[in-house]
């Protein structure tokens, strides 16, 4: 059952069993939790995950992989094995779960990283915890702090509580990855507790307040929003954000706090 390790769909098999064990460890899953699991690979962490959950539904795109993770579950069973794109399908499985309490795990292909992370973090119910192997610099650029935030940090802060666990070496993985891992674990808010306004919304606007980031975030947003800039700077007053800060500075609360004016000041 030997397999090749495809590079175009992110496989960099995770071999080092306790690294597995931590990443169970580390999720905390309770006996009436179900699991989504992303990439299954070749059951690496799947087996764990269902000897401490529920239910366990694992989602694997490359079709080469099934047929071996099909007969894992014919043993383990409280595996189920769905075939196809996590981007398309996650969606459906987290409706299948119906009302149970559930949480994600996976060590996930990292070209689809921010994607995936995105459609976890929309979809309603939303997971309880997510736990992911993810490339190191990007779990650092996920929990970075106002002076260094950045619109992906921006994007999972919105929606939950994020830090970083523990790194991961190259060398846990066949084949090995070329970069350094970590595993991240996001708790997602229950209540949209940051701001009454749509997060997509609050992304839309700091999208184009990042896109420049040399620039002062006042002369962005009177480029990006239909608010001349002499409005821009009395509302940057108002949310007490010093007007010549950048993009970058800013706290999640304050992005919240800028948007929601900017939106109520619309003429
Ligand atoms: N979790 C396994 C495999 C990690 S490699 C382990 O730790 O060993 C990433 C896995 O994700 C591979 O099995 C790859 O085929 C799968 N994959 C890649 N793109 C995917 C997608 N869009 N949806 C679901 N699985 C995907």
Redesign the pocket.
Known sequence: MAHIA?RR??????TDKNI?KKIIKQAEIADNETVI??????G??TVLLSEVAKKVFA????RN?IQGLEALAGVHRNISIIP????KCYEEVVRRIGRDPYLVV????Y??TSA?IRTILTTTPVASRVVL?VQKEVAQRMVSKPGDMNLLALSVQLYGDVRKCFDVAPGS?SPQPNVMSAVIEITPHKKNNISEMDPEKILSIARGAFAKKRKLLASNLAETTSHPKSEIVEILTRCAIPTNARAQNLSVKQWAQLCEELESDRT
């Open positions: 495809q769909f992110g496989q960099n098999f995770l597995a699991e992303i990439g299954p690979g070749q690496a962490i989602i694997e795109l490359d992989l196809g794109d996590a981007l996976a060590n996930i292909p070209n689809i995936i192997m993985f």
